[in-house]
């Protein structure tokens, strides 16, 4: 029985005469705990992209980053990671509220490789979790299902320039983002960021959308 292949893509396989290859990969490839080279892979990863599924059975993608690090793998069945300030939609916590399913996706473009991790997720905002992770909202549990390696042909290589500098660190304050800045943003925003933009002042939405042309490193 497989974990992964239901009847439609057996019959893709069948078409494409790849059923016992699809199969002898499942079987090697695919496991149920963190060994050793996952953990080191997953502990090392600066980001990730996180599906989730919303209360209309959609499915949405997000980008999640942080320091090295960030992401924990604390058993052999068993990760957190912090969610940090965003746009306050809270797409991907709200997700994972309503449907603890979700999926990571862990690449490196530097070395190049990649690992998919499958698993049932829960949101906290526990003081001794919060506590791993200045200025955290929340952090995300993830009970491990599957995780599975893929074949990292083609992801292309790419060199690191610079870390992010609006992870939130230890050792310095954390700027507030150039968008909550904007003229149009002010009336909503919440007090605290209202207090910071007022402080180094509003711009013009179209200066900001040219900062964000021009690839600039505040934008």
């Known amino acids: 029985m497989s974990i992964y292949y239901g009847k439609q ?22 496991h149920t705990t963190f060994n050793d080279d996952a953990k080191g892979f997953i502990e090392h990863s600066e980001m990730f992209f996180l599906t989730s599924i919303n209360d209309k059975g959609q499915p949405t993608v997000s980008y999640k980053g942080g320091d090295m690090g960030f992401v924990k793998v604390l058993d052999e069945n068993t990760l957190i990671f912090p969610s940090y300030d965003g746009n306050g939609m809270f797409l991907s916590m709200g997700n994972i509220v309503g449907n603890a399913q979700i999926g990571m996706l862990f690449i490196s473009f530097e070395r190049p490789h990649r690992i998919r991790v499958q698993g049932t997720a829960s949101v906290s905002q526990d003081a001794k979790l919060l506590a791993q992770y ?4 929340f952090v995300v549990t993830v009970k491990l299902e599957e995780l599975w390696q893929n074949c990292p ?16 660190r230890a050792d ?19 007090p605290a960021d209202l207090a910071k933009a007022q402080a180094k002042g509003t711009i013009e939405i179209m200066e900001w959308v040219g900062k964000i042309q021009a690839g600039a490193d505040d934008a």
């Open 172 to 190: 310095c304050e954390t700027p507030l983002a150039e968008w909550k800045r904007v003229d149009l943003l002010q009336d909503v925003l919440p």
């Open 9 to 30: 893509q057996r019959a893709l396989q069948e078409q494409f005469g790849t059923t016992k290859m699809a199969d002898r990969i499942e079987q090697l490839a695919s």
């Open 153 to 168: 042909r083609y992801i292309p290589k790419y060199e690191k320039v610079r870390d992010s500098r609006y992870v939130p």
């Open 134 to 137: 200045k200025e955290a909202d």
